[in-house]
């Protein structure tokens, strides 16, 4: 069982950063990666950034990539989110979630979820 809490949401101008945080708690978190999602309204939950627990390559969305960036902190048990360049088009609820194995590019590869932080970013 793994639980997880995002924060660092807000509101935003467009070309400004944000940074989210994702606290994670449980057993053996070291088997699980990480990844970040984000909902509009109206549309499917997308896959924004993923990265293994312990060591290998991050995964981003091409939409993000180059303006986002991944992290981890394993002495904090904490994944972070930093948004730079950000656009109105960004403005979703973003989710952390953790799944055992690989980073997973689908939100139904995950088991775990974080409550979601809202992001909104003014044109």
């Known amino acids: 069982q793994v639980q997880l809490v995002e924060s660092g949401g807000g509101l935003v101008q467009a070309g400004g950063s944000l940074r989210l945080s994702c606290a994670a708690s449980?057993?053996?978190?070291?088997?699980?990666?990480m990844g970040w999602f984000r909902q509009a309204p109206g549309k499917e939950r997308e896959f924004v950034a993923g990265i293994p627990w312990t060591s290998g390559n991050t995964d981003y969305a091409d939409s993000v990539k180059g303006r986002f960036t991944i992290s981890r902190d394993n002495a904090k048990n904490t994944v972070y989110l930093q948004m730079n360049s950000l656009k109105p088009e960004d403005t979703a609820v973003y989710y952390c979630?953790?799944?055992?194995?690989?980073?997973?590019?689908?939100?139904?590869?995950?088991?775990?979820w974080g409550q979601g932080t809202q992001v909104t970013v003014s044109s």
């Open positions: 979630a953790a799944r055992q194995g690989v980073v997973g590019l689908r939100f139904n590869n995950y088991s775990y």
């Open positions: 449980g057993r053996f978190l070291n088997r699980y990666s």
